[in-house]
C-alpha cells in the first residue's frame, strides 16, 4: 500500500505531556498538510510543509504546536504540553504538486490523539 | 469565518432514490471544487471535482454542479446504495492558493 501513512493511529497522553504525530506521504508526493477535525466539525487547515520549508502555518495555533518535514524521514507534528481541548483526529495529506495546480489531496487514516 | 458551509447535518435516503448533498460557499475567489467522502476511522477520499469553469462534471453515479451566480454546488449520486453511507465533505481552494477549506460534512444515510 502506497498511501499516505500515518502512526500512530491512536495516541494517549496526559495534560501536559508532548505528542509526536508521524506522516509518511505517498511515494512521489513532496507536498505535505496537516488537518485537525475536532467532534462533530469538519477539517481544519493547519499547514503546508514542502521537504525541508513551511509553506504555509496559518492554521498553527501560535504556541505548543509546531511542524517539520524534514529531507529524510517523515513529516513530525509536534505538540508540547497537552491539554484537553487538543484531544481531535488529526489528518496528514500529500500531493504530488503545489496546491496552485489544481489537485486533489490524498489523505491518510489519522491520529487520534486523546488528552486525559 | 465558514468560506464552505454545509448546512444539512445529515440526510437520510431510500436505497436507489437520488441523494442530492449541498454546499454554499462565500470566497468568490475559490475557482476549484471537490467532494470528498469519509468512513468512521478512515481518512476522507477523494470522489470528484469541479473547476470555476465548468458548471457540470459527472463520474458514474456522482455528478457535481456548480452555480457560480449563488455561489453554490450540489453533489448527486444516483442511484444511491448502502455502501454510500459515509460523511461527505465539500472542499474549495483558489489557484494560487495553499489551502483547501472543507465544510463541515453531511452524513448521508442510505437505507436497504
Known amino acids: 500500500n502506497a498511501g499516505v501513512m500515518q502512526n500512530p493511529r491512536h495516541l494517549v497522553r496526559r495534560r501536559g505531556q508532548e505528542a509526536r504525530l508521524r506522516c509518511s506521504p505517498m511515494k512521489g508526493h513532496s507536498h505535505v498538510y496537516w488537518y485537525r477535525q475536532l467532534p462533530e466539525e469538519g477539517l481544519k487547515f493547519m499547514v503546508y510543509?514542502?521537504?525541508?520549508?513551511?509553506?504555509?502555518e496559518s492554521g498553527m495555533p501560535k504556541e505548543r504546536f509546531s511542524a517539520e518535514f524534514p529531507k529524510e524521514g517523515p513529516s513530525i507534528l509536534r505538540i508540547q504540553q497537552v491539554v484537553r481541548g487538543d484531544s481531535a483526529a488529526y489528518f496528514c495529506?500529500?500531493?504530488?504538486?503545489?496546491?496552485?495546480?489544481?489537485?486533489?489531496?490524498?489523505f491518510g487514516n489519522g491520529t487520534r490523539l486523546t488528552v486525559t | 469565518d465558514q468560506q464552505v458551509k454545509q448546512n444539512s447535518p445529515s440526510l437520510s435516503v431510500q436505497e436507489g432514490r437520488i441523494s442530492i448533498l449541498n454546499c454554499d460557499y462565500t470566497n468568490s475567489m475559490f475557482d476549484y471544487f471537490l467532494w470528498y467522502k469519509k468512513y468512521p476511522a478512515e481518512g476522507p477520499t477523494f470522489l470528484i471535482s469541479i473547476s470555476s469553469i465548468k458548471d457540470k462534471n459527472e463520474d458514474g453515479r456522482f455528478t457535481v454542479f456548480l452555480n457560480k451566480s449563488a455561489k453554490h454546488l450540489s453533489l448527486h449520486i444516483v442511484p444511491s446504495q448502502p455502501g454510500d453511507s459515509a460523511v461527505y465533505f465539500c472542499a474549495a481552494s483558489e489557484t494560487g492558493g495553499f489551502k483547501t477549506i472543507f465544510g463541515a460534512g453531511t452524513r448521508l444515510f442510505v437505507k436497504a
Open positions: 510543509l514542502q521537504k525541508e520549508n513551511i509553506i504555509d
Open positions: 495529506a500529500s500531493s504530488p504538486r503545489a496546491k496552485s495546480e489544481n489537485s486533489p489531496l490524498h
